[in-house]
């Protein structure tokens, strides 16, 4: 039975940089904290972020997604290493630690980059489950994070095209995670009204 409650649930959110160069302090990592703002203004939960900057090692991100999801991440957010270059291998670390795979979520993500550049068709992102946590492998650039994450709007603003962040709530629903609630004028997380906890008036 949903809980009735005015206190949107805590959740552990991990956040993974992967650059061999920002990790090897050659230049400045930008992904961490574009990843945490826009979470920030995102969501109303409260949010403790486990952050790892780390190198474009294949068994370094498998651990470090393992490590995460063990403690008690519900969502885990990459940035990085999802190109077609030799050193990016960001997804192949991530579906070895997969239980399931979500392709809907790369999918949408290339549409919404392709509407900026044709090579979007590059970006090779994933999204899988692993247990009860949704691990999601972003863009690499700040402004692409956040437009992949809620999407593009109208002059107006209402949604022109939806971001992935929308479908996040409802999936972490589904595989028992914490209810995440939304700032809509940031993202609308989407539900079926069934799924919709109800509030104190």
Avoid at 64 to 73: F, H, I, N, R, S
Wanted: aromatic share 4%; proline share 8%.
């Amino acid at each position: 039975m949903p809980q009735e409650t005015q206190t949107p649930d805590p959740v552990r959110i991990g956040v993974v940089s992967i650059s061999d160069r920002a990790s090897s302090g050659v230049y400045q990592d930008q992904g961490l904290p574009a990843l945490k703002d826009w979470l920030t203004r995102a969501l109303k939960n409260p949010i403790t972020f486990d952050a790892r900057l780390i190198p474009d090692e294949v068994d370094t991100i498998s651990a470090t997604l393992v490590e995460l999801v063990d403690a008690g991440c519900s969502l885990v957010l990459t940035t990085g290493g999802t190109g077609p270059a030799l050193r990016d291998v960001t997804p192949e670390a991530t579906m070895a630690v997969a239980h399931k795979v979500m392709p809907g979520f790369g999918e949408q993500m290339r549409q919404i980059s392709l509407t900026f550049v044709p090579t979007a068709i590059l970006s090779r992102q994933v999204a899988v489950i692993r247990g009860q946590s949704l691990i999601i492998n972003l863009p690499g650039q700040p402004k692409a994070i956040a437009e992949t994450l809620e999407g593009l709007k109208n002059p107006d603003g209402t949604q022109k095209v939806n971001g992935i962040f929308a479908a996040v709530p409802y999936c972490i629903d589904l595989i028992g995670g914490p209810y995440l609630e939304t700032h809509d004028e940031v993202c609308k997380g989407f539900r079926p009204k069934s799924a919709i906890r109800p509030h104190k008036g």
